[in-house]
């Protein structure tokens, strides 16, 4: 019977193994691959594509909510499956995929093309730790899965050695990233100590019947969330964010500043879902364990990532570091959809990430074939880019306006929602706090758009663009556009996950 119920386990892991076997291809393959590894783009996008099909195979409603475990009772899963993970876990393969098409065409891959079986051996490996993030329910799981992410992304920020940054970048995402695994690891051990279990439903159920020290308990939620707020880039853990955006290969800062933060929220709305709501309410409010306060907990956090995010990118001329400042500003939006506690709250989380992935994907790309051409990544060098290069100008304006949030873009509703979240929850200071926010992060975005067509001077030669790059920038831009007048599809798919999320 156990036999049974392990071989039963293995059939709701399907995308994980494939990945896994996926990696040792890329490795082999690589050992009798001398001359075209180019191949290894196309095998690797092949690997990610039979991911997403049993990934989508798994969203079948009657296998929801079966963790990965040798017992009968689903509670004492390491892993659960649930449409919850599958909407998160396509968001993160949607920009696997994307991250194929980057590294086909970046200058930064190409000049490391020998060791392109190691690149994507890593990224496969990332990828393979975000899944399992997204899908943890026992702290073990949570900490073994943020180390295979960390562990293939530290390599991959320094990976071209082109200059010197790239060496720096990895150094510092290695110290930040050791620092926050270790004070996580600490406060996973007092909650074990505390409650006496590592599952997130046993932690549970043991809130609920038992007393705890709340000093003591507070003290490992909060060095438990340091280690997951690392991954989101949430202030004041996110000082590694602009020097590994700005040293790592483009291609992998855009990869980092959506895949890596999914699967971060993912496993952090997991947490405190299944820890410690007690039942949500017909309106979906969530009834919480009162034993630590997220909601003043998480307002803090949101509103100081958003605001330092913001007005530090005001002083940036580097189109990486600026795209940093403002990855982590909108990591403080996103977490502005979990103060309120609510079905409502998520629900905007997930149709803000699904635009956000489409928009900053694009901004990232055109910054990555401006910077190819030009062996520059300076605002002040962009100077009549939307002259000389006309689509590419008017594709990052499209993209910027909408990572500021104005209609008729895909950004514009991304917001929306979660302002409408705040002002049901009442919560109407923190809502004028995020949309002063929003104005100041107009600015910055002006500042870029100001150079593109108004500035005056030695203006930037034309930078060619083959059909491919044609192609990927109207994959990203018209759902950017489409998505921001006709968004129902999104938002029914959205609100079914949340709906399943409740029967965890």
């Known amino acids: 019977m156990e036999l049974v119920n392990i071989f039963e386990g293995l059939t709701y892991l399907k995308p994980e193994i494939t990945l896994g076997i996926g990696l040792l291809l890329i490795v082999l393959l690589?050992?009798?691959?001398?001359?075209?590894?180019?191949?290894?783009?196309?095998?690797?996008?092949?690997?990610i594509l039979i991911t997403g099909y049993f990934v989508l195979e798994q969203s079948d409603v009657s296998k929801a909510f079966l963790p990965i475990s040798t017992q009968t009772d689903r509670n004492f899963g390491m892993l659960t499956l649930d449409a919850f993970g599958i909407y998160?876990?396509?968001?993160?393969?949607?920009?696997?995929?994307l991250l194929v098409f980057f590294s086909i065409t970046s200058a930064e891959v190409k000049s490391v093309n020998n060791r392109l079986g190691e690149y994507y051996a890593l990224i496969l490996g990332m990828l393979l730790g975000m899944m399992l993030m997204i899908s943890a329910s026992d702290l073990i799981m949570v900490?073994?899965?943020i180390e295979l992410v960390s562990l293939s992304s530290y390599v991959l920020a320094g990976f071209t050695k082109l200059r010197s940054r790239s060496s720096e970048a990895a150094l510092k995402y290695l110290l930040y990233g050791g620092t926050a695994s270790g004070i996580m690891l600490f406060g996973i051990s007092l909650l074990f100590g505390i409650t006496g279990n590592t599952n997130l439903y046993e932690i549970h159920k043991v809130l609920i019947s038992a007393q705890v020290n709340s000093l003591t308990f507070s003290t490992a939620i909060v060095m438990i969330f340091t280690g997951m707020a690392y991954k989101i880039s949430a202030a004041p853990f996110h000082f590694w964010t602009p020097d590994v955006y700005e040293g790592a290969p483009i291609s992998i800062t855009a990869y980092l500043s959506v895949a890596s933060k999914a699967a971060g929220f993912a496993l952090l709305i997991r947490f405190v879902k299944t820890v410690f709501v007690m039942f949500s309410e017909q309106n979906g409010d969530w009834n919480l364990i009162p034993i630590f306060d997220w909601q003043t907990f998480i307002i803090v956090i949101s509103i100081l990532t958003m605001t330092l995010g913001n007005f530090t990118a005001l002083w940036q001329n580097n189109l990486k570091r600026l795209l940093a400042y403002s990855s982590i500003a909108h990591a403080g939006y996103l977490l502005l959809g979990l103060t309120v506690l609510s079905d409502k709250g998520i629900l905007a989380i997930l149709i803000y990430f699904t635009f956000y992935l489409i928009m900053n994907l694009g901004a990232f790309y055109i910054v990555m074939l401006i910077a190819d051409k030009t062996g520059t990544e300076d605002i002040t060098k962009l100077k009549g880019l939307g002259h000389s290069s006309p689509?590419?100008?008017?594709?990052?304006?499209?993209?910027?306006?909408?990572?500021?949030?104005?209609?008729?873009?895909a950004g514009f509703i991304g917001k929306f929602y979660i302002f409408v979240s705040l002002l049901d929850s009442k919560m109407i200071l923190v809502a004028v706090i995020a949309l002063l926010n929003t104005v100041v992060s107009l600015y910055y975005y002006i500042k870029v758009l100001k150079y593109i067509y108004l500035v005056k001077g030695d203006k930037i030669e034309t930078i060619p663009i083959n059909y491919s790059n044609y192609i990927v920038i109207i994959t990203l831009l018209i759902p950017t556009i489409l998505f921001g007048i006709y968004f129902t599809p999104i938002v029914n798919l959205a609100n079914k996950c949340v709906l399943l999320l409740n029967n965890l």
């Not at 998160?88 to 995929?97: A, P, T």
């Not at 689509?391 to 873009?409: D, K």
Request: charged residues 10%; proline residues 4%; glycine residues 6%.
């Open 391 to 409: 689509f590419l100008g008017t594709a990052l304006t499209i993209f910027l306006i909408s990572l500021v949030g104005l209609p008729p873009t």
């Open 143 to 145: 900490y073994l899965s």
């Open 88 to 97: 998160f876990k396509i968001l993160v393969l949607l920009g696997s995929i």
């Open 30 to 47: 690589d050992l009798f691959i001398n001359k075209n590894k180019n191949v290894l783009h196309f095998i690797s996008l092949a690997i």
